[in-house]
T-cell receptor, first 110, second 117 residues
Framework: QKEVEQNSGPLSVPEGAIASLNCTYS??????FFWYRQYSGKSPELIMS????GDKEDGRFTAQLNKASQYVSLLIRDSQPSDSATYLC??????????FGSGTQLTVLP | GAVVSQHPSRVICKSGTSVKIECRSL??????MFWYRQFPKQSLMLMAT?????????EQGVEKDKFLINHASLTLSTLTVTSAHPEDSSFYIC?????????????FGPGTRLTVL
């Protein structure tokens, strides 16, 4: 079983819609969870971090964490073409390293 | 804040030469920096963890004698790809974890695209 399972997509949504990205992880000792955005040819950019169960909102982004289900998600409201990128979920446990998912490629259609 | 720079951004070299990549945290101190490699359409692969003042910790399968890491100060880590070969062509990305940071956030440099001819 992979440490991080992420729906690989590709995912296409129309402009203005909600994009939903999901990730499950196997390490119950995971403490910190992150969503990174990576544009083609660029390095990852941290867009959200979440550490406790529930929702965390930042502008059009909402991260959701459910430790009991070992599930983390990212919702992007009012999706824009500029949101088109690959989204990587990552988690950190006791080793303090980041383990990345394989990424979900999102395309927002104008 | 939390800006990480990387130099060079792109390098093309001949097979057998060595290439040095620098990673700097510009506005924070980082006791730990990480080096990743990313091949096209694949996710990030951690190569090694670089700790200031001590030897780097390499991931399984990464040759420490080929990928030399030096973390000389709290703001600078270097990766040297020795005797580079075409299969070493990849996107190399460093990240830094703030010394005073909590919750293990890492901030990434812009990456170095290495092409070995």
């Amino acid at each position: 079983q992979k440490e991080v399972e992420q729906n690989s997509g590709p995912l296409s949504v129309p402009e203005g819609a909600i994009a939903s990205l999901n990730c499950t992880y196997s390490d119950r000792g995971s403490q910190s969870f992150f969503w990174y955005r990576q544009y083609s040819g660029k390095s990852p950019e941290l867009i959200m971090s979440i550490y406790s169960n529930g929702d965390k909102e930042d502008g059009r982004f909402t991260a959701q964490l459910n430790k009991a289900s070992q599930y983390v998600s990212l919702l992007i409201r009012d999706s824009q073409p500029s949101d088109s990128a690959t989204y990587l979920c990552a988690f950190s446990g006791s080793a303090r390293q980041l383990t990345f998912g394989s990424g979900t490629q999102l395309t927002v259609l104008p | 804040g939390a800006v990480v720079s990387q130099h060079p951004s792109r390098v093309i070299c001949k097979s057998g030469t060595s290439v040095k990549i620098e990673c700097r945290s510009l506005d924070f101190q980082a006791t730990t920096m990480f080096w990743y490699r990313q091949f096209p359409k694949q996710s990030l692969m951690l190569m090694a963890t670089s700790n200031e003042g001590s030897k780097a910790t390499y991931e399984q399968g990464v040759e420490k004698d080929k990928f030399l890491i030096n973390h000389a100060s709290l703001t600078l880590s270097t990766l040297t790809v020795t005797s580079a070969h075409p299969e070493d062509s990849s996107f190399y990305i460093c990240s830094a974890r703030p010394f005073a940071g909590t919750n293990n956030e890492q901030f990434f440099g812009p990456g170095t695209r290495l092409t070995v001819l």
